[in-house]
């Protein structure tokens, strides 16, 4: 015998920010315009990654996990003005 299943809603404000999708060209956008008053080198310690790591991601490069949880922590970093 089948029972439905009960969903309960889904709270957003315990939501971490690795679990929110967030689009990789959104990211590199938000990275160029950062660029355009930083240095790579300083923009690339600040994410928490290489300057050619950084470079190649600019690039189209697909980054490994932990690189994208890096990109990630730094965007919303961004948007929150921290």
Known sequence: ?????????LET???QPESVPVPTDEIRTALRRYLE???LRQTAR????SPTG??????GATPFTPTVRKLK???EEQ???T
């Open 54 to 59: 950084l470079t190649n991601f600019l690039n």
């Open 73 to 75: 922590k730094w965007y």
């Open 46 to 49: 600040e994410v928490g990654m």
């Open 37 to 39: 008053g930083e240095s």
């Open 79 to 81: 948007r929150q003005g």
């Open 13 to 15: 404000s315990g939501i």
């Open 1 to 9: 015998m089948n029972r439905p299943v009960t969903r309960q809603p």
